[in-house]
């Protein structure tokens, strides 16, 4: 397939994205199985615009990259809260103390006093996923626990409008699965970390098409990015302190791997309290 062929079909796949964000005050088809095509990725591709509407109290995920309290999630689910808490327990959490945002991607830092078992991030030297690779988003879609199976289409940008511009790099995958799989939408999972087959984190899930079954993840660079503006946490994730995962991921195992991650509280339910009393969720 020569190149204007790739860019064309690519379009053609992710057109339907436009104003799809997976944000997380979103109210609450299933996919088919794809086979796996050929290993590559152009290195450009289409501008998918959203639009960042108004925010209000909703909820989303984050996932913890050091064992001292700072977590990663998605700019729209941080961006605008009056209060912040990742939930511990019903009406349980821990205050965020420091929200640290991405200016150009929707990336978010979280800080809190104490912290979780981390995830490991790939690093800029084992390059992006590559077309077919399989992918693992785990969080809270809809406020309750979930996960999605995907595979890489190919590299797209992210084009936000509203609440904030961004413009930045991203990568489109096709769904394969999702837990529960009558889940309605995904809404929640913004946040989430998406795991390659060995465990380390390679993105962060944004955005989503409702009829398509697609989802957009950050690019590993807009991640190192963010961290490279915080010192503290450059040492603590490149130290060697985060352990990958000890069993690949694969189609069968994510979902128990969800919920191991989930009940460490590794990936985590995060509240956003907006005009309202702070107070604990």
């Known amino acids: 397939m020569n190149r204007l062929t790739y860019m064309v079909a690519l379009l053609a796949v992710l057109f339907g994205v436009v104003n799809a964000l997976v944000a997380v005050d ?3 088809r299933r996919p088919p199985t794809l086979t ?7 290195p450009s591709g289409p501008t998918i615009e959203v639009d960042v509407g108004g925010k209000s109290s909703s909820t989303g995920t984050a ?7 700072w977590w990663l999630t998605a700019r729209h689910v941080a961006d605008g809260c009056d209060a912040l808490w990742i939930q511990t327990a019903p009406r349980k959490g821990l205050r965020t103390t420091e929200v640290h945002l991405h200016p150009n991607a929707d990336l978010a830092l979280l800080r809190t006093r104490s912290g ?5 991030l790939a690093s800029l030297a084992q390059g992006a996923p590559l077309r077919g690779e399989n992918g693992f988003s785990l969080g809270y879609p809809q406020g309750q626990p979930g996960e999605v199976h995907a595979r890489v289409i190919g590299q797209a940008r992210l084009r ?3 609440r904030y511009r961004i413009d930045e790099p991203i990568l489109a995958w096709a769904e ?5 799989d009558n889940l309605p939408a995904l809404g ?3 946040g989430g970390p998406m795991l390659g087959d060995n465990g380390r984190v390679v993105g962060v899930l944004v955005a989503s098409s409702k009829r398509r079954g697609r989802v957009m993840t950050t690019s590993q660079s807009s991640i190192h990015q963010l961290l490279a503006q915080i010192p503290s946490t ?3 994730v490149d130290n060697g302190a985060t352990q990958a995962l000890a069993q690949p991921v694969d189609g069968h195992s994510y979902t128990n791997l969800g919920a191991s991650l989930r009940r460490e509280l590794t990936v985590a339910k995060v509240i956003c309290q907006v005009g309202q009393t702070r107070r604990r969720p």
């Open 26 to 28: 979103d109210g609450p």
């Open 160 to 162: 936000s409008v509203g």
């Open 234 to 236: 450059q040492v603590l």
């Open 36 to 42: 796996p095509p050929p290993r590559q990725v152009a």
């Open 176 to 180: 394969v699965s999702r837990q529960p």
């Open 188 to 190: 929640g999972l913004s």
């Open 63 to 69: 996932f913890a990259i050091t064992g001292d309290g």
């Open 116 to 120: 979780r078992p981390p995830l490991r």
